[in-house]
């Protein structure tokens, strides 16, 4: 891992084992997809923050508050000098969905455990159904971050100016094919296709049969060579409700040295629905060398 952009966000699993009675300085969250999973098991001392429940408003389709998300942080026990170490089921998609909450509202020390649930569930390693308890703190958030995070009219100025998209679901959803994903009928569209322009690196690409993320050299052959994205570019990734997006958020910003690159939360659920943008159908346009 010594040669990402920022080796520094990403922990093993051999160094989650050798720190989990570090509860006073570190705290492990599990986010998962499915929001039971946490109580079959998980790992020694580390809280759950279920992304439907904890981070999204339930009125509003939004993330909840900067209050709101201090008070969950309080109840979860964290410090705004709380190091917070992330990890979940899908190879990470909410672990990475989670720590680019935290980041939006502005916490420094975010981790993320190379490999996920999947990793250490594949080494063996000792699970609990024990929920641990941990003392009520005075967390303190910042006002969201917007550099971070691109809203509809932001995405529609940056595709009339031709800046980079990057669409990170899979072929058949970026074709037009799917409107929606049969497991995912609540998060539809009403048409199918991509932002014209965008394009196409299924967010799968960048992880390896283990879980973890892959090396750099073969992350920059598949962003950079052979879809000419440019580290020092404006770049928004987007999916279907942000998710996935996120992963490949922290896959170029983190682990690739992106400068400026940005999630689209609102995703293909929003843009698929609007009035008034355009679509794209099919195959994408050739990269240009």
């Known amino acids: 891992m010594a040669n990402y952009a920022h080796p520094e966000v990403l922990v093993?699993?051999?160094?989650?084992?050798?720190?989990?009675?570090?509860t006073?300085?570190?705290?492990?969250v599990e986010s998962d997809e499915d929001i039971l999973l946490y109580e079959t098991g998980h790992i020694l001392n580390a809280v759950k923050i279920d992304w439907v429940n904890d981070l999204q408003d339930q009125v509003v389709r939004d993330y909840v508050g900067k209050e709101r998300f201090a008070e969950l942080c309080r109840k979860r026990g964290i410090s705004n000098d709380t190091t917070v170490v992330f990890y979940g089921d899908k190879n990470n998609w909410w672990a990475c969905y989670a720590f680019w909450v935290f980041k939006l509202f502005g916490h420094e020390n975010c981790l993320i455990m190379n490999g996920g649930r999947k990793k250490w569930e594949g080494e063996g390693r000792p699970m609990t159904k024990e929920k641990?308890?941990?003392?009520a703190t005075n967390y303190q958030?910042?006002?969201p971050d917007a550099s971070i995070r691109a809203f509809r009219e932001e995405v529609l100025e940056h595709m009339r100016a031709n800046r980079p998209l990057v669409d990170v679901r899979s072929p058949a959803e970026y074709?037009?094919?799917?409107?929606?994903?049969p497991e995912y009928p609540q998060e539809g569209a009403m048409r199918g296709g991509h932002i014209p322009g965008a394009r196409n690196i299924p967010w799968s690409r960048a992880v390896a049969e283990d879980g973890t993320f892959k090396p750099r050299e073969d992350l920059e052959v598949i962003y950079l060579h052979e879809?000419?994205?440019d580290p020092n570019a404006d770049t928004i990734a987007y999916c279907r409700i942000g998710e996935r997006s996120s992963h490949t958020w922290f896959v170029l910003h983190y682990l690739l040295g992106f400068n400026d690159v940005r999630n689209y939360d609102g995703s293909w659920t929003e843009w698929g629905n609007l009035v008034g943008v355009p679509i794209e159908k099919g195959e994408p346009a050739a990269v240009k060398a």
């Open 175 to 181: 074709r037009g094919e799917l409107t929606h994903m």
């Open 24 to 28: 006073d300085s570190l705290r492990l």
């Open 227 to 229: 879809q000419g994205l």
């Open 132 to 135: 641990p308890s941990f003392a």
């Open 141 to 143: 958030a910042q006002d």
């Open 12 to 22: 093993s699993t051999d160094w989650v084992a050798d720190h989990l009675d570090d």
